[in-house]
């Protein structure tokens, strides 16, 4: 288990991001235990992710997917000339350059 008293490179932000990606209609609750924070910050992080379009809810019943709007640009000035798509290829790549569908 990932010691949650350590910094990391990423933001939580990201990190729920990147979990929508490899699974776009991944559980809240499952979120939370795979980026180790809670379901109420999960919640939160995604309402965040869907009010600037960095995400697309879509109802499906009492279930929601989630679309990820790869085209959109990070926030920071550092890296506002990359696109969501350039984050998720650098870091869902395998070693062998792959892209990890897993």
């Not at 490899?22 to 499952?30: A, E, F, I, L």
């Amino acid at each position: 288990m990932f010691n949650t008293n350590t910094w990391t490179f990423l933001t939580n932000h990201s990190h729920v991001l990147l979990c929508l990606v490899k699974n776009p209609s991944m559980r809240m609750r499952d979120i939370a235990d795979e980026v180790c924070i809670t379901e109420r910050a999960v919640q939160r992080i995604i309402a965040e992710l869907a009010e600037e379009h960095y995400i697309t809810r879509i109802k499906n019943g009492r279930c929601n997917t989630y679309q990820v709007n790869t085209d959109r640009h990070l926030r920071h000035p550092l890296e506002e000339n990359r696109t969501i798509s350039e984050l998720v290829d650098l870091i869902m790549q395998t070693k062998t350059g792959e892209t990890d569908d897993t």
